[in-house]
């Protein structure tokens, strides 16, 4: 039977091939870095080596490059649509069902990239190995080469502008690890009181040739690579203009996806205007507030760890993750759908939020609401004001005792608000997932609900 | 005496380039000293200050991608008419016509490239503290400029008169509706009233201001098209300059102290 939405198509499977060929290539240079390095791995398979048998690493890569050959010339074989509907090598099924079911779960989406986000900077020392993150690589392309058998998959990230983000994911994910490898290096050598990596051959050098070089170089670079992008993937023109006809889903700019993202759990006048203008205002207060003298013009984790982390907490869940989750996985009725799951229309989600004051005085005190509108969101302005008025001094005392004392009153209070701010949104997300929370304070009648 | 010495010693040349060729090192001196594109660099420079492992270069391609989205963009304002008439047709016509209408591809791949190299300049700046004093006040000069790099990119979005131009220019400019006392949908508008006349309602608020009407139309567009081509470029170069030339007065390249 004809399919008009083929999981696989000739020039697919032969693209793959290319893809698998790339990867053939990098491997076969790991493999050559690998035994000039001339380390050794003991194999002992399962015990049936008594005392295992010393194999060299490189080993490993060569059968490894040599089984993506294989896979890569596999896929070139493939001539004919019936052949290349039937081939081997894709995603399982129960692999595609099972990873949609994870991701397509705002929840589980939260949960797993602060999770993840945790975890890069508990195992650092682990993740900075080469060899580590040089597996991970490999795990994330053949997982991108994979999906690509879907066609699902391929709609949503084939997309001329979508191309540049998962570039980015790559991008991000290289230069987060290259600041570990750097920051690991330098921690362990102010632990051992050698110098820092940075202060190591660090002679004055002419900027003519040695800077004025590096940057033609990247200017050439550059250009080739901008008008190699422009000449493979067209710049995406979509029909004229109309007023009438609404798109769904209705996306912003990828860039701001982020903050369309927290429209699900704050109303525009929040997530549209005052988060967005306290993101700038807190980024222009960053050298204001952070007064540890330490770690200027070098790559250190210890030595700040607290200013890292909340930075990259704010970048990379937050930001990133959000612009992904938007990108990717909002479909229609801005509903969220797994990366191989159909964008249908008509797939309902069930809503069932309430407000705080419903629930207090409709479950919690048993009576009808007040008619006085300051008198029934009392409860949630109670509940504002404790969060923004009493949590900053019961901090200054505990938790952030010793910021407030390097701090000083005002820089201490500009630092909290926008930190508790800046919590605000995971704060809103949980209430909304554990307690179907929909405002903490609803009042339509003056547009202003949080 | 060979070509190359015969034009290097005319007089032409030497009007030009006001110094021997920079081989040796007292001429590789003088040229950052005495050529207008090279004097924003000092002289020299700490080996480590420099290396692409340290600075990973995004603050210097951001430079380059506005350089080259410049260079795009004036092409394309060539052809291209901001006009309901005309927006769209110029564009397709770009795409499968007109001879070098690969412009309009640079300029938009390397607009989504410009946003991403700035976050990650931005990233590399935090990540090597490069915020702290003395440069406190670059950092903020940066923030602007990341704001203003969205701003172009986001004006630059409604230009193709596409209904991916419209229609996220209308979910992004919905929000000014919401502009607290400004919006006409934001909390504390009806506060603004003289006699029970509203002074904010949806022809006079934050969105129509951004707009030039009660929807995305032709005002928009001639708006966002200024806005993208004339105004914000001129504000980003001048912040640019000023970014640059503190950079230089900062102490350069941070370093260990």
């Not at chain 1, 921690?187 to 004055?204: C, M, S, T, V």
């Not at chain 1, 982390?309 to 937050?318: A, H, K, Q, Y």
């Not at chain 2, 690969?102 to 931005?122: D, F, K, P, S």
């Not at chain 2, 193709?160 to 419209?166: G, K, R, T």
């Amino acid at each position: 039977m004809f399919d008009a939405h083929p999981d696989l198509t000739e020039a697919v499977v032969h693209g793959l091939g290319w893809l698998y060929v790339i990867l053939f290539v990098m491997n076969a240079w790991w493999t050559v870095v690998a035994y000039r390095r001339g380390t050794h791995t003991r194999v002992r398979l399962f015990g049936l080596l008594e005392d295992g048998q010393e194999v060299p690493t490189a080993g490993f890569w060569a059968l490894y490059s040599a089984l993506l050959l294989m896979v890569a010339i596999a896929h070139f074989q493939v001539t004919g649509s019936y052949a290349a509907e039937n081939f081997l090598i894709r995603m399982p099924e129960w692999l595609k069902v099972w990873i949609d079911a994870v991701i397509a779960d705002p929840v589980a989406y939260f949960t797993l990239s602060v999770v993840g986000f945790a975890a890069v900077i508990l195992l650092r020392e682990w993740l900075v190995r080469p060899t580590v993150a040089w597996v991970l690589l490999n795990v994330a392309l053949v997982f991108m080469a994979l999906s690509m058998t879907d066609f699902d998959f391929r709609q949503i990230v084939g997309k001329p502008d979508n191309v540049p983000i998962v570039a980015m994911l790559f991008i991000l994910g290289f230069f987060t690890w290259l600041y570990f490898r750097r920051a690991v290096e330098n921690d362990r050598r102010i632990a051992e009181g050698r110098p820092l990596f940075e202060q190591e051959d660090n002679e004055k050098v002419l900027v003519w040739p040695d800077l004025v070089y590096t940057e033609l170089i990247c200017m050439v670079v550059l250009s080739v690579v901008l008008v190699a992008w422009g000449i493979v993937l067209q710049a995406p023109l979509e029909e004229p203009a109309s007023a009438v006809k609404t798109p769904n889903p209705s996306k912003a700019p990828w860039y701001f996806l982020g903050l369309q993202e927290m429209l699900v759990y704050y109303d525009p006048w929040l997530a549209g205007v005052v988060f967005p203008s306290l993101i700038l205002v807190g980024l222009m207060a960053i050298p204001y507030i952070d007064f540890n003298k330490k770690g200027n013009g070098y790559y250190t984790f210890k030595e700040r760890a607290f200013a890292v982390s909340v930075f990259m907490f704010g970048f990379l869940p937050l930001w990133v993750a959000m612009i992904i989750l938007g990108t990717f996985l909002r479909g229609p009725n801005w509903n969220i759908f797994g990366i191989y799951e159909y964008w249908d229309v008509h797939k309902l989600e069930v809503l069932n939020n309430v407000n705080l004051s419903e629930w207090f005085w409709l479950t919690l005190m048993q009576t009808q609401q007040p008619q006085s509108i300051l008198v029934r969101e009392l409860p949630g302005i109670i509940a504002v004001l404790a969060y923004l008025i009493i949590l900053p001094p019961l901090l200054a005392g505990t938790v952030f005792r010793r910021f407030f004392h390097r701090m000083g009153f005002i820089r201490y209070m500009v630092f909290v608000n926008l930190a508790l701010l800046m919590a605000a949104l995971p704060i809103k997300m949980v209430l909304r997932w554990a307690f179907n929370l929909k405002y903490i304070v609803a009042i339509p009648e003056w547009f202003f609900n949080i | 005496m060979s070509v190359g010495d015969y034009i290097r010693n005319s007089q032409i040349w030497k009007s030009i380039f006001r110094h021997p060729a920079p081989y040796d090192r007292r001429n590789r001196v003088v040229v950052m000293l005495t050529n207008f594109f090279l004097h924003l660099h000092p002289v020299n420079v700490k080996q480590q200050g420099i290396a692409l492992s340290y600075t990973w270069c995004m603050g210097g391609i951001t430079f380059f991608l506005f350089l080259v989205e410049t260079i795009t963009g004036v092409l394309l304002m060539f052809y291209y008419r901001p006009t309901l008439e005309w927006a769209f047709n110029d564009i397709l016509a770009l795409r499968d016509v007109q001879t070098l209408g690969i412009m309009r591809e640079i300029h938009r791949w390397g607009a989504h490239a410009m946003v991403i190299t700035v976050w990650l300049h931005m990233y590399r700046v935090f990540l090597t503290g490069s915020y702290k004093p003395p440069r406190e006040f670059n950092w903020v000069v940066g923030v602007l400029l990341l704001v203003l790099t969205l701003l172009l990119s986001f004006t630059g979005y409604l230009l193709p008169w596409d209904q991916l131009a419209i229609w996220a220019i209308t979910v992004g400019s919905n929000m000014a509706r919401a502009t607290p006392f400004l919006g006409s949908e934001g909390p504390g508008a009806q506060l603004l009233n003289i006699g029970g006349y509203d002074l904010i309602t949806s022809a006079s608020d934050a969105r129509f201001i951004l707009l030039g009407g009660r929807f995305v139309g032709e005002a928009t567009l001639n708006r966002f098209y200024i806005l993208h081509c004339v105004a914000i470029p001129l504000v980003v170069a001048g912040l640019i300059a000023i970014h640059f030339w503190r950079v230089r007065k900062d102490g350069g390249i941070s370093q260990p102290l």
